[in-house]
């Protein structure tokens, strides 16, 4: 019987013990994570203004272990030896006869002054936080940013940054305070949503106008003070500062042979096959795979890579040549709390539609249709 070890309970993660399962029923699979929980992240975004609150977003994975025969591991991975053939936990040693990696990204914290502002893609905690200072705030300045890895392009989350931006005005409104607020967005690109395509650019600035929304853009960011925004192309007040580092590797990466991407992340090949290791893949924010640099870091795209990872993996552990290969593919709906715009970039084409109700509430369903499989 093959032993896989399966590290992290993201997306990644999951659609791997569903795919392993699928073409293995014998396998002994083997998951390690922190805690039994699912965190649908893309629905934070709807924490802040009290669409969503921490539970709907947090699912127990009890039920879905024990469907898919999962014997779960609690505890977090350390490091590796035996070139991958036994996983360390700060929670004992694990042996296997393949290993995928799918323990996310880690945001890059080197800022001075990062500790004044608020990391909104770090989960259901960071959420709150933002829902409860703006429950606060009466009036004042509210900048949200982004930034990217400079030595790894697609290690970088944008999108859900615009969703919090449109998000908090759409809140004000609501609340009938957005006189009383300044919104600024700022990033050192100086056309930002790049990734997303250039007409995905000029969609977003031209809702920024729309909303009232000031622009802070092409200025690199030296740093932070607790009410301020330092960029080589001036300063600028704020009274809530959200801003979102680019992504690197997870810390435990450093204790490994693992190889790693000039951004560190683990390197691999279009099968998502570790580079120069055996029956060892990496699916989801964790790796750096070949493609164009608009490669998004995205819950789909980490469910793609997943299950070419885990055909290959199978295949592999028959003593077959792994073939299986992901498609690059960016669909995300930007979301602004009542309405939502539909992005969708390939290697041949790149549709951006315009805001419209109907988009936010697919998103919604989209969530319920995803979760439902976990529940
Ligand atoms: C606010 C927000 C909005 C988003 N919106 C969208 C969207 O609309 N569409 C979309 O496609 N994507 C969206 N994304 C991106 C998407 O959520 C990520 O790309 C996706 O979660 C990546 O999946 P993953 O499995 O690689 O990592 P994750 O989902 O981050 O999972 C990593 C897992 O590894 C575990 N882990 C970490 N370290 C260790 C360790 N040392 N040992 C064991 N386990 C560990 C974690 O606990 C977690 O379970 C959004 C993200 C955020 C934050």
Same mark, same amino acid.
């Given at each position: 019987?093959?032993?896989?070890?399966?590290?992290?309970?993201?997306? @990644?993660? &999951?659609?791997?013990?569903?795919?392993?399962?699928?073409?293995? =029923?014998g396998?002994?699979?083997?998951?390690?994570?922190?805690? =039994?929980?699912?965190?649908?992240?893309p629905?934070? #975004?709807?924490?802040?203004?009290?669409?969503?609150?921490?539970?709907? &977003?947090?699912?127990? &994975?009890?039920?879905?272990?024990?469907?898919?025969?999962?014997? %779960? $591991?609690?505890?977090?991975?350390?490091?590796?030896?035996?070139?991958? /053939?036994?996983?360390?936990?700060?929670?004992?040693?694990?042996?296997?006869?393949?290993?995928?990696?799918?323990?996310?990204?880690?945001?890059i914290?080197?800022?001075?002054?990062?500790?004044?502002? #608020?990391?909104?893609?770090?989960?259901?905690?960071? @959420?709150?936080?933002?829902?409860?200072?703006?429950?606060?705030?009466?009036?004042?300045?509210?900048?949200?940013?982004?930034?990217?890895?400079?030595?790894?392009?697609?290690?970088? /989350?944008?999108?859900?940054?615009?969703?919090?931006?449109?998000?908090?005005? /759409?809140?004000?409104?609501?609340?009938?305070?957005?006189?009383n607020f /300044?919104?600024?967005?700022?990033?050192?690109?100086?056309?930002?949503g790049?990734?997303?395509? =250039? *007409?995905?650019?000029?969609?977003?600035?031209?809702?920024?106008?729309?909303?009232?929304?000031?622009?802070?853009?092409?200025?690199? #960011?030296?740093?932070?003070?607790?009410?301020?925004?330092?960029? !080589?192309?001036?300063?600028?007040?704020?009274?809530?500062?959200?801003?979102?580092?680019g992504?690197?590797?997870?810390?435990?990466?450093?204790?490994?042979? &693992?190889?790693?991407? !000039?951004?560190?992340?683990?390197?691999?090949?279009?099968?998502?096959?570790v580079?120069?290791?055996?029956?060892?893949?990496?699916?989801?924010?964790s790796?750096?795979?070949?493609?164009?640099?608009?490669? =998004?870091?995205? @819950?789909?795209?980490?469910?793609?890579?997943? @299950?070419?990872?885990?055909?290959?993996?199978?295949?592999?552990?028959?003593?077959?040549?792994?073939?299986?290969?992901?498609?690059?593919?960016?669909?995300?709906?930007?979301?602004?709390?009542?309405?939502?715009?539909?992005?969708? *970039?390939?290697?041949? $084409?790149?549709?951006?539609?315009?805001?419209?109700?109907?988009?936010?509430?697919?998103?919604?369903?989209?969530?319920?249709?995803?979760?439902?499989? %976990?529940?």
């Amino acid at each position: 019987m093959n032993r896989v070890t399966i590290v992290g309970a993201g997306f @990644a993660a &999951l659609t791997a013990v569903q795919k392993l399962r699928a073409a293995d =029923p014998g396998m002994e699979i083997t998951l390690v994570a922190p805690r =039994p929980e699912f965190t649908y992240l893309p629905g934070t #975004i709807w924490i802040p203004s009290g669409l969503r609150q921490p539970e709907d &977003l947090l699912i127990s &994975l009890d039920n879905f272990f024990q469907r898919m025969k999962v014997q %779960y $591991h609690k505890g977090s991975a350390t490091g590796l030896k035996d070139n991958g /053939r036994t996983l360390l936990t700060d929670n004992g040693e694990i042996t296997n006869d393949g290993l995928i990696i799918c323990s996310g990204g880690q945001f890059i914290k080197k800022l001075p002054g990062i500790e004044h502002t #608020i990391t909104p893609c770090e989960g259901i905690p960071a @959420a709150v936080k933002i829902r409860d200072r703006l429950n606060q705030l009466e009036s004042g300045t509210i900048a949200v940013g982004f930034s990217g890895n400079p030595k790894e392009p697609s290690a970088m /989350r944008g999108g859900p940054m615009f969703e919090f931006l449109f998000g908090i005005d /759409r809140k004000l409104r609501l609340d009938g305070k957005r006189d009383n607020f /300044r919104l600024v967005f700022f990033t050192p690109a100086p056309s930002p949503g790049n990734r997303l395509g =250039p *007409r995905a650019v000029k969609g977003l600035l031209n809702e920024m106008k729309k909303r009232d929304i000031d622009t802070h853009l092409g200025n690199k #960011i030296k740093g932070f003070t607790e009410s301020k925004i330092i960029t !080589e192309g001036g300063e600028f007040d704020a009274h809530l500062i959200l801003f979102m580092p680019g992504m690197t590797g997870n810390k435990w990466f450093d204790n490994t042979d &693992l190889p790693r991407s !000039e951004g560190g992340l683990i390197r691999a090949d279009k099968f998502c096959r570790v580079e120069g290791m055996k029956g060892v893949y990496v699916a989801g924010d964790s790796g750096s795979f070949p493609g164009p640099d608009w490669m =998004p870091k995205q @819950a789909h795209m980490a469910d793609l890579q997943a @299950a070419a990872a885990a055909a290959n993996l199978v295949a592999e552990l028959n003593g077959e040549a792994p073939s299986e290969t992901f498609k690059v593919e960016l669909i995300c709906i930007v979301d602004s709390q009542t309405t939502g715009s539909l992005v969708v *970039r390939t290697l041949k $084409h790149n549709i951006v539609l315009p805001q419209m109700r109907a988009f936010h509430w697919l998103k919604r369903y989209f969530e319920w249709w995803y979760l439902r499989q %976990y529940r």
